[in-house]
């Protein structure tokens, strides 16, 4: 559990040590940020985005739809609108962003996002997890079976390894192939 009281504690304590206007205006910025997660009720939220952080969860998004028209549809009816989120379309992170202008929030897709994520999971030679399984399907049944699954877990499928991830916001369970790890760099 988190003690936002004490994180306030240090901040105001910095704060009052400061000479800077500008570290001042930081830690102030800050300081509001944290009544805004206590004002508006959001601390166990604010709290599963760290641990999901700590845990190299998949990056969180706020919605999962089937089809680019559904995600339209549905964040272009949020009122009031989202300024910016990820979304997943299918398994594809997509940025939502409301646009003043237009009046209407816009869907970009982030191809080479996930793709990071995953490249950044097998570079870091996660220790697989030991659970094996013949085919995606024996796999997905597990996944489906597990209460509230492990964030993030490397399995093996029919002798690839699989990041089996859990997007907890949404309670979506999935299954990304893993590349290959990085080379070392050979350079002195």
């Not at 959001?42 to 028209?69: M, N």
């Not at 399984?133 to 490397?154: D, I, L, R, S």
């Amino acid at each position: 559990m988190m003690h936002f009281f004490d994180k306030l504690e240090v901040l105001g304590r910095h704060y009052s040590e400061s000479t800077s206007a500008e570290e001042k205006q930081a830690f102030l910025f800050a300081m509001d940020a944290i009544y805004f997660i206590l004002g508006t009720g959001q601390g166990t939220e604010f709290e599963a985005y760290v641990q999901s952080q700590e845990a190299s969860a998949p990056p969180l998004v706020i919605a999962r739809f089937k089809t680019r028209e559904e995600a339209e549809a549905a964040m272009n009816a949020r009122k009031p609108p989202i300024d910016s989120a990820r979304v997943l379309i299918g398994d594809d992170y997509y940025s939502a962003m409301f646009v003043p202008a237009t009046g209407r929030t816009h869907l970009i897709f982030m191809p080479p996002f996930m793709e990071h994520y995953l490249q950044e999971m097998a570079d870091e030679r996660r220790r697989p997890s030991g659970l094996s399984f013949a085919t995606k399907e024996e796999a997905e049944a597990w996944m489906n079976q597990q209460h509230t699954p492990p964030q993030q877990v490397v399995i093996d499928i029919a002798g690839a390894p699989y990041l089996a991830a859990y997007h907890h916001r949404i309670d979506y369970r999935v299954l990304y192939p893993l590349p290959a790890p990085t080379p070392p760099s050979q350079e002195p």
